[in-house]
C-alpha cells in the first residue's frame, strides 16, 4: 500500500486525461514483462523501477536466494533490509542455472519475456546459455539488457567487481571521499551502482520505444565503471590545450606527496588547488557547523553571492580593488575569510540560519542524517516516502517512485517477494501442470535450498 497521497488541485481534464486519451489500468509499463537475472543492487535497481512502472518483473535468484538477501540483517534469516529496499513490486522464483534441466524452463522465460536484465561476467554468460545471441534465438524481438562491472573489453572486462572498486578506478572516490585516518573512505550509498540502475531502466524504456516503432528488439549495455566516469564529469575530463602544464605539475607534486607517505586528506587538498583553485575561500556551495547541527548553502552565481553576503554581513576579500588570489597573502586572506564564515555560522541555531537565508532568498536546507529525513515536512508534504507492508518485517517506510505520470500513475505494487515465494505461479503461467512443478522441485531443478551449496550455487 503506498500511504495517503500529497493533496494536490484536481487537474483540469483538458489538462490531462482527457488530453492523453484512456489511460491504461496500471503505469506505463503495464503491459511489459522482464525477467531478472541479477544479484546485489544495479541491476536489481533497473527492475524495481520497470516494476513501479508497472512491468511484471520476475527476479530468478539462485538456490540459496540473492546475495544482498544477506545485507543489512533484520535478525529475520534471508529477509536483510537492503534486499528488502530494492526488490519490491517483484516476483521471485529459484532457479538452479547450473542443473542440466533448468535450460527448459529458461528458454519458456524468455519466450514469456519482453524484457529480460542480465548482469554477468561474459564467461558465465556464455556458461548459462544467457548470453544476447542464445537469447535472441529464442525471442528475436527480445530487449536484453547488459550490464558489466567495467565493460567487456580490455584487461578487466571478465573482472566481477563491486561499487567501492569502480569509485577508486573511476577517480570518483578521489573527489567524494573523506578521509579516514589517512586513507580514503568509502562513501555510501552505493552511488554507482543506484545511478547504473536508472540509467539501465533508461535503457530499456528507450530500446522498447525503438521495438515499438520498428519490431526490432536489441542489446542495451551498461557498466559501473561508464556510469562512474559520467557521474565525475565536471572534473573526471582532459582538455590538452588547457590543462597539459597544470596536470604534468599535479602529476609530479602527487607522486612526491606519495613518495613522503602524506596521508590522502594531504593528497585531495593538493588536486582541488590544482584543478580547482577557484574553490579557495569558498563560502557560498559548501556545508556549515551551526550551534545545534549542520546546515548546507548552494550560491552557483554571483547575483546569489550577493544574497548570501546580504544575509550574514560576510565581506568577501575578492571583491577589493587590487585583490590577488594567487599570491601568498591573498590565499591567507581567503582562508581567514573561510574561517569566519564558520565562526558566524557556527554562533547560531540551524533554524536561525534557515529562516535568515531563506528570507533573503538563499538556497539552503538542513543538513540531515537518514532517520531525521523521515520527519522533514518537505519530504512528506510531497509525498516522497511511502510506507510498504512487509510479510515477515512489519511495516516499512522508503522512497516513493521518483517519477509521476498524471495518466498513468507509477506506484510500488508490493513489498520484496520472499524467496521462491513465486514459484508455482510462475511456472504455471509458463505453463507447466502441477505434476511437472512437483517433479521439477524434486529433482531441484527449481526451488530454494537451505543446504551448503554447491559451488555452482555461488
Known amino acids: 500500500m503506498d500511504g495517503p497521497a500529497p493533496e494536490r488541485a484536481a487537474p483540469d481534464p483538458a489538462d490531462s486525461a482527457a488530453a492523453a486519451g484512456p489511460a491504461p489500468a496500471g503505469g506505463p509499463l503495464s ?27 520476475i527476479k530468478v535468484e539462485p538456490p540459496r536466494g540473492d546475495a544482498y538477501r544477506a545485507n543489512q540483517p533484520s535478525g529475520i534469516p534471508r529477509e536483510g533490509r537492503a534486499f528488502t529496499i530494492v526488490n519490491r513490486g517483484k516476483r521471485s522464483i529459484c532457479i538452479d542455472l547450473a542443473h542440466p534441466d533448468s535450460r527448459q524452463v529458461v528458454e519458456r522465460l524468455v519466450r514469456w519475456a519482453d524484457v529480460v536484465l542480465v548482469s554477468f561476467k561474459p564467461s558465465d554468460l556464455l556458461r548459462y546459455g544467457l548470453d544476447y545471441a542464445a537469447l535472441r534465438g529464442l525471442r528475436p524481438d527480445l530487449i536484453y539488457l547488459e550490464n ?3 565493460g567487456n573489453e580490455g584487461p578487466a572486462g571478465e573482472d566481477g567487481g563491486y561499487d567501492v572498486v569502480v569509485q577508486g578506478m573511476s577517480g570518483t572516490g578521489s573527489l567524494s571521499s573523506a578521509s579516514a585516518g589517512g586513507t580514503p573512505r568509502f562513501v555510501q550509498p552505493a552511488y554507482v551502482d543506484v545511478s547504473t540502475g536508472f540509467l539501465a531502466a ?65 593528497q ?33 552565481s554571483p547575483a546569489l553571492y550577493r544574497k548570501l553576503r546580504a544575509a550574514t554581513g560576510l565581506e568577501d576579500p575578492r571583491l577589493e580593488a587590487g585583490f590577488d588570489a594567487e599570491s601568498a597573502a591573498g590565499r591567507a586572506e581567503l582562508s581567514a575569510f573561510e574561517r569566519r564564515a564558520e565562526q558566524l555560522f557556527a554562533s ?14 538563499v538556497p539552503c536546507g538542513p543538513f540531515s542524517f537518514p532517520h531525521e529525513v523521515m520527519d522533514d515536512p518537505q519530504v512528506n508534504a510531497n509525498g516522497y516516502l511511502i ?32 524467496l521462491d515465494a513465486d514459484r508455482e505461479s510462475v511456472l504455471t503461467e509458463l505453463g507447466y501442470s502441477s505434476l511437472e512443478i512437483r517433479d521439477l522441485s524434486k529433482r531441484a531443478v527449481v526451488g530454494e535450498r537451505t543446504h551448503r551449496p554447491r559451488s555452482s550455487d555461488a
Do not use: M
Not at 536489481?44 to 518483473?57: F, I, N, Q, S
Not at 547560531?348 to 532568498?361: F, I, K, M, S
Open 202 to 266: 533508461l535503457g530499456v524504456v528507450s530500446a522498447l520505444r525503438h521495438r515499438d516503432r520498428t519490431g526490432c528488439g536489441q542489446r542495451v549495455h551498461t557498466s559501473l565503471l561508464s556510469t562512474a566516469l559520467a557521474l565525475g564529469s565536471s572534473l573526471v575530463h582532459q582538455f590538452r590545450d588547457l590543462d597539459q602544464r597544470r596536470e604534468q605539475e599535479l602529476r609530479s607534486e602527487l607522486a612526491e606527496l606519495r613518495e613522503r607517505g602524506e596521508p590522502f586528506e594531504v
Open 148 to 150: 558489466s562491472a567495467y
Open 387 to 418: 510506507e510498504l507492508e512487509h510479510r515477515r518485517l512489519g511495516p516499512y517506510r522508503t522512497f516513493a517512485p521518483p517519477i509521476r505520470f498524471d495518466a498513468t500513475p507509477s506506484r510500488a505494487k508490493s513489498a520484496a517477494p520472499a
Open 348 to 361: 547560531r541555531t540551524t533554524a536561525t540560519w534557515l529562516e535568515q537565508l531563506r528570507q533573503h532568498g
Open 268 to 300: 585531495q587538498e593538493r588536486f582541488y588547488e590544482r584543478a580547482q583553485p577557484a574553490t579557495r575561500g569558498n563560502v557560498y556551495y559548501r556545508h556549515f557547523r551551526t550551534a545545534d547541527g549542520y546546515i548546507s548553502v548552494g550560491c552557483l
Open 31 to 57: 503491459d511489459v514483462r522482464v525477467v531478472e537475472f541479477a544479484q546485489v543492487l544495479a541491476v536489481p535497481t533497473c527492475g524495481l523501477l520497470l516494476a513501479d512502472l508497472g512491468a511484471d518483473v
